[in-house]
Each structure stands twice: as C-alpha cells, then as structure tokens.
C-alpha cells in the first residue's frame, strides 16, 4: 500500500448502525423483528471481541414481555478479524395490546474498546 493517508489513526470504538428504527408488532406467527447491527470503527482484532451493551431503564417495553433478544443478553460478539456484529429484537406481539413500546438499547464496550459517545444508543419503536 503506497499512500497510508487513509488509515484510520483514532482509538478503537464501537457504534450502532442505525440509531433509530420502527417495526410492526407483526402476529404471533410472524413477529416483527429488528436488527440493531454494533459496527467496530477502527482495527479488527484477531481474536472474537465481547462487547457490552444493556437494555435503557428509559424502555417503555420489558424484556421477556413485550420483546426478545438474539444471544447472550447485554454481550455481542464481534468476530475474530470482523467489523461488526448484531442483535435481533423480536416483538412479542400477544403482549402488545395497544399503544406502541420502545427498546432502548446502550452500549457499553469492553475494557479496551469504548462506545462512541455520539452514536451509543439505539432506540426501536415497535408499533401496532
């Protein structure tokens, strides 16, 4: 590589890709879902990266009651020489009424990787 102008030189963060997002509560049989993905700007790692994130008190819907999340919750991992990971959020539409329930999402990072501070927090609108 001849020119390294375009390298990236600041410190590892993680960031959420969308910030924003709105999903149909769906049916029983077909849910709605979302996918929050966690993008890594700066250097991939070689080995699988554990990122932290926690589910916002300021969320008008409770987890286990009006959604679901992929994995492990409050950890992604981000592969080993990868940039980005994510979490499917899946409506459970029996327990959503009326009205619409918000999921605020924030990450956290890990002991070496930080959130960025503009773009830590996620938040998905699930509506009827």
């Known amino acids: 590589m001849k020119n390294r102008d375009n390298l990236y030189g600041g410190p590892d963060v993680v ?5 924003t997002a709105t ?3 769906g049916t029983t049989a077909a849910p709605g879902t979302a996918v929050a993905t966690i993008q890594l700007v700066g250097h991939q790692q070689s080995v699988d990266t554990e990122i932290m994130y926690e589910v916002a008190t ?3 819907g409770t987890a286990g009651t009006h959604f679901s ?3 492990t919750t409050g950890k992604v991992i981000i ?3 990868s940039s980005s990971a994510t979490i499917t959020i899946t409506a459970i539409p029996a327990n959503i009424a009326t009205g619409t329930r918000t999921v605020v999402l924030n990450l956290i990072g890990n002991g070496t990787i930080a959130a960025s501070a503009n773009y830590k927090t996620y938040t998905l609108t699930i509506t009827q």
């Open 58 to 60: 300021t969320s008008t």
């Open 69 to 71: 999340l992929s994995g």
């Open 79 to 81: 592969p080993a020489n």
């Open 23 to 25: 999903v149909k509560k």
């Open 15 to 19: 960031e959420f890709v969308p910030l």
